[in-house]
């Protein structure tokens, strides 16, 4: 796979991971739910919390992938930014 298409895929699954947990985590709140729309309906919160619990380490896993594929620009912008200040 070339490196850009690799960056594009691992960009998407960064992105649904991160809406998976962050619209999982909202359901979770108690006071969300009574806030929104969930007053009576009973939401099956063992299968939320696992969506939750897995897309976070999913999107951890990403997070690594893409902080080791961005590497040497990040280590190139931090050396800049170093210089940058010294002067």
């Known amino acids: 796979m070339k490196r850009n298409m690799l960056n594009y ?3 998407i699954g960064m992105g649904i991971s991160f809406l998976l ?11 969300i739910l009574t806030f929104i729309i969930v007053n009576k ?3 099956p919160l063992l299968t939320i919390t ?3 619990d897995w897309s976070g380490v999913v999107m951890g896993i990403l997070v690594f992938a ?4 961005h590497w040497n620009w990040i280590v190139t912008m931090t050396k800049k930014l170093i210089k940058k ?3």
């Open 9 to 11: 895929v691992i960009d």
């Open 21 to 31: 947990v962050f619209f999982t985590g909202i359901i979770k709140l108690p006071k």
């Open 41 to 43: 309906i009973r939401l």
């Open 50 to 52: 696992l969506i939750h």
């Open 66 to 69: 893409h902080i080791m594929l």
């Open 85 to 87: 200040g010294e002067k």
